[in-house]
């Protein structure tokens, strides 16, 4: 069997960390958080659990408010941007 999937409208927003003034570390999108635990230095909370977030990763809110991560070939693959 063969599924194909449903059209579904999404908000997504790139990430890309910028300093403060003051020279802090800050992410200019909500959910992403500075991690030094991480190899990456950020992450983002998903419904799976703690996820490593890279700059120019697409933060997608899904159809619950949910935010996870998808890597910008991916999303390029995927979606395309809808006409306002």
């Known amino acids: 069997m063969k599924f194909r999937k449903k059209p579904v409208i999404i908000e997504a927003e790139q990430f890309i960390p910028f300093e403060s003034d003051s020279g802090h570390p800050l ?3 909500v959910g992403v958080f500075l991690d030094l635990e991480s190899p990456t230095n950020w992450s983002i909370n998903t419904l799976e659990g703690k996820h490593q ?3 120019r990763d697409w933060i997608i809110t899904g159809i619950k408010g ?3 991560p998808c890597k910008p070939d991916i999303f390029e693959k995927t979606y395309e ?3 306002e």
């Open 27 to 29: 992410s200019n999108v």
């Open 81 to 83: 941007k809808v006409r």
């Open 53 to 55: 977030v890279t700059e």
């Open 66 to 68: 949910e935010k996870y």
